[in-house]
């Protein structure tokens, strides 16, 4: 039971989120960590990261501007990672 618990924990923080963090010039950023088991591209964390910050930019009725995105693949021991930098236009 103890290891579920750890597993549960590590499967949690392995996939959070940083939330929508301010840049300079109206420009933010969102990083996500992918829980993906195995090889290939985060796909699901970079759909993650894309609703967070719609959301985020539809409280001021605005839509999301992509200013840069970075994608790391998942590999041997090596968990993918999303990077959004965008604004609300």
Known sequence: MK?????AVLLLTACSSTGVVPMDGGVYMIAQRSAQVGFGPPDG???????EANEFCAKTNQKVETVKLDMTNSGFAKP??????????
């Not at 964390?45 to 609703?51: G, L, P, Q, S």
């Not at 993918?80 to 965008?86: A, D, H, R």
Request: proline share 0%.
């Open 80 to 89: 993918g990672n999303v990077s959004l930098e965008f604004r609300c236009k």
């Open 3 to 7: 290891y579920v618990s750890i597993l």
């Open 45 to 51: 964390v970079k759909a993650d990261v894309y609703k």
